[in-house]
């Protein structure tokens, strides 16, 4: 009976020490050489007139989410799910490589040229919006328009029209 305790004992203590060294190597990543810590702040990418555009109607200032790395505008100060929006999350050029070689067999990827240094979209089956995905250099960035309204105001295609514009408009402040 003590002989088992003690390899119990031996056994936890090196799962204790191998979690530790675990999580230095985590808290280590972000010393990496990129971050989205690292890119410029989401509300940087574009203007409230290029929203307004996009979204057909006019839009509040871009208000940035909690954990910075995603900015939205929005015709309501809310930025309610009713409302129509424009959503724009950096990315680590990491996930933007994922996110090109999605797991989920029904997402499409369907490549844009002429913005950046590689753009795809991420097109999901059904009438969900799409989503654009730009790197320049070592950022990368995503926009999707969102209006959940009842009819939509605007086709698949007419969004991703809007989100190349907006990626555009992005990739020129970069």
Same mark, same amino acid.
């Given at each position: 009976?003590?002989? &088992?305790?003690?390899?119990?004992?031996? +056994?936890?203590?090196?799962?204790?020490?191998?979690l530790?060294?675990a999580?230095?190597?985590? +808290?280590? $990543?972000?010393?990496?050489?990129?971050?989205?810590? *690292?890119?410029?702040?989401?509300?940087?990418?574009?203007g409230? %007139?290029?929203?307004?555009?996009?979204? %057909?109607?006019?839009? &509040?200032?871009?208000?940035q989410?909690?954990?910075? !790395?995603?900015?939205?505008?929005? *015709?309501?100060?809310a !930025?309610?799910?009713?409302?129509?929006?424009?959503?724009? *999350?950096?990315?680590s050029?990491? !996930?933007?490589?994922? +996110?090109?070689?999605? +797991?989920?067999?029904?997402?499409?990827? /369907?490549?844009?040229?002429?913005?950046?240094? /590689?753009?795809?979209?991420?097109i999901?089956?059904?009438?969900?919006?799409?989503?654009?995905?730009?790197?320049? %250099?070592?950022?990368?960035?995503?926009?999707?328009?969102?209006?959940?309204? /009842?009819?939509?105001?605007?086709t *698949?295609? &007419? /969004?991703?029209?809007? $989100?190349?514009?907006?990626a555009?408009?992005?990739?020129a402040?970069?």
């Amino acid at each position: 009976m003590n002989t &088992q305790r003690r390899t119990v004992s031996i +056994a936890t203590c090196g799962m204790v020490l191998a979690l530790l060294s675990a999580a230095r190597f985590v +808290a280590a $990543e972000p010393h990496a050489s990129f971050s989205t810590r *690292n890119a410029p702040a989401a509300c940087t990418f574009l203007g409230t %007139g290029d929203a307004t555009t996009a979204l %057909g109607v006019p839009s &509040q200032p871009g208000k940035q989410f909690i954990d910075s !790395a995603g900015c939205v505008w929005s *015709n309501d100060p809310a !930025a309610s799910d009713s409302s129509r929006r424009v959503i724009l *999350n950096t990315h680590s050029p990491a !996930a933007f490589g994922f +996110a090109a070689h999605p +797991a989920i067999t029904t997402i499409r990827i /369907e490549p844009v040229a002429g913005i950046g240094d /590689e753009a795809f979209y991420q097109i999901y089956p059904g009438d969900a919006s799409p989503f654009i995905w730009v790197r320049k %250099g070592t950022v990368a960035f995503s926009i999707r328009m969102l209006t959940r309204l /009842e009819p939509r105001p605007f086709t *698949n295609d &007419q /969004e991703k029209a809007k $989100e190349a514009v907006l990626a555009r408009a992005a990739v020129a402040k970069i």
